[in-house]
């Protein structure tokens, strides 16, 4: 088992009776500079694949990305999901919980003007919620931060997520912690022990979630603090462990 760089432990194997949800990026897949870029290994898939039927179809991604990415990342698998943070879950179909307010469209053009200052810096439009990175491009955070806190008077209803290398306007009261009390209301989540895999600020909200609910955090890399109880290096150490807890499920 892969050891955590930080005084958390490392997880137990995956257990038959959990909810397993998991983050992203970050967390199942290294971080590109253009989110776009990021690879997905086969062989993750084939282990997805195998733990979500051993759970009964309890595993699910919960991911800040569209539903629609995902399932493109990690086809041919169609796994529960909830993108977006929250605004987004597969319930009967791709089913979008907030509308897109009209200044939207304004306050990407603003910031794509912005971004091009900095080679390498991105506004991504993600339908409801806009995300500005500056992984590649490290000067441009201050510019987008800035920007991100005086455009929020545009948008009512709306706050600020950061992230790793990214700030994120989205609307209030969607979190990751709101999606995974949701999943667990409803078969195959319902009555099992939710554990939570995630690195980033944005996750904190689903570890308080699964920690309410009789389970535990997994943190990816060496942030704190965290409400996680438990640590993984960085995904690598996440797709090993995974892969390793097939032979014991």
Known sequence: MSASPS??????????????????????????????????????????????????????LVSGRRLAQLDALFAPLTLPATGLHGLERREDGHQERHPRPRALDEVVAWGQALATRYPGARVEDKGTTIALHWRAAPDAE?????????????????????????VELRPDGAHKGGAVVEMLAHPPF????????GDDLTDEHAFAAVNSHGGFGVLVGSRQPSAARYGLHDPAAVRAWLDESLSLT
């Open 7 to 60: 005084p958390l432990p490392a997880p137990p194997a995956v257990s038959p009776d959990w909810a397993l949800f998991l983050d992203v990026d970050g967390t199942l897949l290294d971080f590109a500079d253009i989110p776009g870029d990021v690879l997905v290994d086969p062989g993750l898939i084939d282990v997805l694949d195998v733990l979500h039927e051993r759970l009964g179809g309890a595993l699910a």
């Open 190 to 197: 319902h009555g099992r022990r939710p554990v939570f895999v």
């Open 142 to 166: 201050d510019l987008l931060r800035q920007y991100a806190d005086s455009i929020l008077i545009e948008l009512p209803g709306y706050h600020l997520q950061p992230g790793n290398m990214v």
